[in-house]
């Protein structure tokens, strides 16, 4: 009896899904901290504008306050924007996550054997985070190192430091 095959269907979540609540090292104690954003909101009546960013530490207290422009993009030129804390060297190339539901996500997708795709996949009109990951990570032949790699990741939040 040949083992069912683990499949995997992409939920369609772009990077932005994700990246409005990331796991990113605090930048006084270099611990993990979370930091989280959300899109631009216009100015109240007294033209003040609501925070757009907050990044807060558990380890060190830290809370800090950012009203600045963000980028969905983490290869930001903004120098303000947080370290990533889910980010790791392979022999293949940087593999990282915003927070632990897409590292799940990615875990997911290097595990599968049969990855099913939606209707728009390939229509160009919009492309998934899963339909970006490096073709480095989608092939079989790394997909061991690459799964060894996430569970790293994975257990430094879990017992963080
Ligand atoms: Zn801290």
């Known amino acids: 009896m040949s083992p069912t095959p683990v499949r995997f ?3 369609g979540h772009t990077s932005g899904h994700f ?3 990331m796991l990113v090292r605090c930048p006084r104690c270099d611990r993990i901290a979370h930091f989280e954003h959300r899109p631009s909101a216009p100015p109240d009546a007294n033209g003040r ?3 757009r960013s907050r990044l807060v530490c558990r380890s060190c207290g830290l809370c800090q306050i950012g009203t ?6 983490r290869y930001t030129s903004d120098c303000s924007y947080p370290t990533l804390w889910l980010q790791t060297d392979t022999r293949h190339g940087e593999l990282w996550a915003y927070n ?4 799940d996500l990615i875990r997911r997708f290097v595990a599968a054997d049969l990855r099913e ?6 229509t160009g009109r919009k492309k998934t985070l899963v339909a970006r990951l490096p073709v480095w990570m989608k092939s079989a032949k790394n997909r ?18």
């Open 100 to 103: 632990l539901p897409h590292l």
């Open 117 to 122: 795709r939606a209707p728009w996949y390939d």
């Open 68 to 73: 600045g422009a963000y980028r969905s993009s």
């Open 144 to 161: 061991d190192e690459v799964l060894r790699a996430v569970d790293r990741l994975r257990a430094t939040v879990i017992a963080p430091g």
């Open 19 to 21: 990246a409005a609540s």
């Open 9 to 11: 269907y992409d939920p």
């Open 49 to 51: 504008r609501e925070p």
